[in-house]
């Protein structure tokens, strides 16, 4: 009998190989793994905000499956590996003059964990959320095996499960996509409403005609600033633009939603236009005070930059600190995306101004794509318009408040409102209800057809629990 190959002996994931001779080695790597030991992803950069699992063992080398395959020009696809970012992807795509259907607002979420955590942008209105655009999935199953799953034929229960698994069912290695044309400016038009329900009726009526005063719409989002400023951005795709901004650098993006009626930018500055503030979240560290502004690289203004420095703090216990000296009651991380049907929206946001409170907000609008699979961890009404709420801060605690209740309150609303809750910040249903939420039966027969030593952690162990 042959020894067992420890994680050690075996060859590493060199970047160097071609792509088969990679996908044998990393699976050589996770069965070398030791059964009682936790399998965890070593990769370069993280859009997760609730707590990871102990880094403990070694991670499985997944770093060298980034990069663009190959791209199709004539059928409009792309051949990428699971933990491409989405820079690299738009800069390989806009090349070809196309680019994703739908680009996630952060440039180092890749395509695998936009697919399996559900990313979001201001073309969701048209075009869904990120999976609906995969034609194809190759993934390591938390067996070992290597599957392609579609959306018909043997793995198709995969296909339709992996989307809001969170790698628990296997990892996504190379996904082939649809692209877009695009084309070289986005004209952006800003809109004011004073009350929630005419920003929704607007909402109803771009999702409905993919137009807004007789001019097609490609882009919509928007920003609640207060419970009486509410902005919606559409954004058309143009072949020629009179100046473009520049929001890289000086410049901030969400500032001038409120103060200009009409903008440009470039296709590749309007899609990483979040990026450079993290939305508003820059704000935390001064960014919004010109002197700070002017002395922070240009480089470091990324929401990796950001992310690395929040997750840091955590790690130092800096915002629990600062309350203590300060003699605050304690601060609770409200650091959410929810989804709300169209038609409950107003009430959602009344409840939120009332309870949460924080601002701004962002809103992102979205509809599953005609005809798309349905999919069964995160299942939404495929003729039902959403909008999705995205809140990122702290809220001071209130008298007799524990941690963690008013992301509770939250959970619960967006229940009682039909909503649904994306999964990868805190989470803290019952067992019970989680299962009753996420697909519960469905998951089920997939861990046990896909990974059926439970190898890897379970959906509700990971995103409840954070073991
Ligand atoms: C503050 C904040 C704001 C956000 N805003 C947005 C937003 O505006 N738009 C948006 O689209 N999303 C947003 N997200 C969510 C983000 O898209 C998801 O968290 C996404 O899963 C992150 O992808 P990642 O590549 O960074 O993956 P990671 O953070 O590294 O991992 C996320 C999860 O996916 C799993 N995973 C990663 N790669 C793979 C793979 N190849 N195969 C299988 N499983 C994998 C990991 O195990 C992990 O459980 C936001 C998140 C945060 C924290």
Redesign the pocket.
Known sequence: MSPVASPETVAPVSPDLGYDLRRQRLREQYLAIPRDQPV??A?R?????RPRAAAEGPGLD?AA?DGVLSVDRERMTADVQ??T?YEQLVDATLAHGLMPL?V???R??????????????SASFRNGL?HESVLELE?MSGDGRIVIARPRGEHSELFQG?PN????L????RLKIELEPVRPYVRLRHLRFEHADACFEAVSEITAARSWRGERVDFLDGVAFAPRAHHLTVGTMVDEAPYTADYSDREIYYLSIPRLGEDYLTIHDYLWR?DTD??W?SGAFGLKRPGVRRLWPKRWKRSDVY?KLIALARRLRIPERTDRIRGRPGREAV?Q?VEIPLDRSAEFLEFYWREVGMAPV?I?PLRLREGSAPWTLYEMDPDGTYVNF?F?GMVERRPGERDGDRNRLIERTVGELGGRK?L??TSFYEREEFRALYGGEAYERLRSAYDPQARLLGLFE?CVEGS
């Open positions: 965890r992803l990769k950069t993280s859009n997760l905000f997944v499956f699971g933990m970012t739908v996630p607002q952060l180092s979420i890749t395509i695998g964990g936009a697919v399996t955590g559900l990313g979001i942008e990120p993934l992996f698994s969170y790698g628990t296997g990892y996504a290695l979040w993290w939305f979240c992310w650091i995306d962002w992102c995205g990122w994306s990868y910040s990971k």
